[in-house]
């Protein structure tokens, strides 16, 4: 997750930062709903496990 306006280079991954847990915990819910929609729950479980060891 980078902050292209003040990170155009994507420099800095913002992911674990604290200041922007609201908008990770959207974007998961986000590609919850999108995963459900088209059946996509093998997706979903690989990218938890990589979310949680980062």
Do not use: A, C, W
């Amino acid at each position: 997750m980078y902050d292209l306006e003040s990170d155009p280079h994507d420099m800095q991954n913002l992911y674990n930062d604290p200041f922007y847990s609201s908008v990770r915990d959207e974007l998961h819910i986000r590609l919850d709903k999108l995963n459900e929609k088209y059946g996509d729950t093998e997706f979903e479980e690989s990218f938890r496990l990589v979310s949680i060891d980062r």
